[in-house]
């Protein structure tokens, strides 16, 4: 069965930074896609990052330039590195990998951002 297993949430400052992981286990295979999407009280789960298997990238508007996704295939890992954080950051971040038909989420990782 496979299990998506984020690490690295936290409190941090503005202007703090963060690195995520997420490790995918029980699959023989690497996902075709790989990324982060974050939930914030209140509000639906919207797309942070993703990235291909060939290491192809899409981000959110609001991230760019702060946040950067990245991969391991080897290891079936990904990566997400926020610099810059800002309060409005502050949300759960779910790790999710795809090949299709097939879909999987993580727990999610809760990032506070406050002084």
């Known amino acids: 069965q496979v299990q998506l297993v984020e690490s690295g949430g936290g409190l941090v400052q503005p202007g703090g930074s963060l690195r995520l992981s997420c490790a995918a286990s029980?699959?023989?295979?690497?996902?075709?896609?790989m990324g982060w999407y974050r939930q914030a009280p209140g509000k639906v789960r919207d797309l942070v990052a993703t990235?291909?298997?060939?290491?192809?990238?899409n981000y959110a508007d609001s991230i760019k330039g702060r946040f950067t996704i990245s991969r391991d295939n080897a290891k079936n890992t990904v990566y997400l590195q926020m610099n810059s954080l800002k309060a409005e950051d502050t949300a759960v971040y779910y790790c999710?990998?795809?090949?299709?038909?097939?879909?999987?989420w993580g727990r999610g990782t809760q990032v506070t951002v406050s002084s």
């Open positions: 999710n990998a795809q090949t299709w038909p097939l879909e999987y």
């Open positions: 029980g699959s023989a295979f690497s996902f075709n896609v």
């Open positions: 990235i291909t298997s060939g290491g192809s990238t």
